[in-house]
């Protein structure tokens, strides 16, 4: 009786590590997807400050 009961009780630590390994998959994927977004709006408004600067400077030229 003491096997089955040793092995039930492993399997349930195994599932719990298992759990909390999920978890942690989430909050850092989580994080991630922020970090992504975050990266994203900055290229997005770089891109944005580069075709002002770009029309400026082509404006400038023509008039010379």
Do not use: Y
Not at 6 to 19: D, E, M
């Amino acid at each position: 009786m003491f096997w089955p009961m040793f092995a039930i009780a492993v399997g349930f630590l195994g599932l719990l590590v298992l759990g909390v390994f999920a978890v942690k998959v989430f909050v850092e994927a989580e994080r991630l997807g922020r970090q992504v977004t975050d990266s994203a709006r900055r290229i997005s408004r770089a891109a944005e400050d580069l075709e002002h600067a770009a029309t400026s400077t082509a404006r400038s030229a023509e008039s010379l």
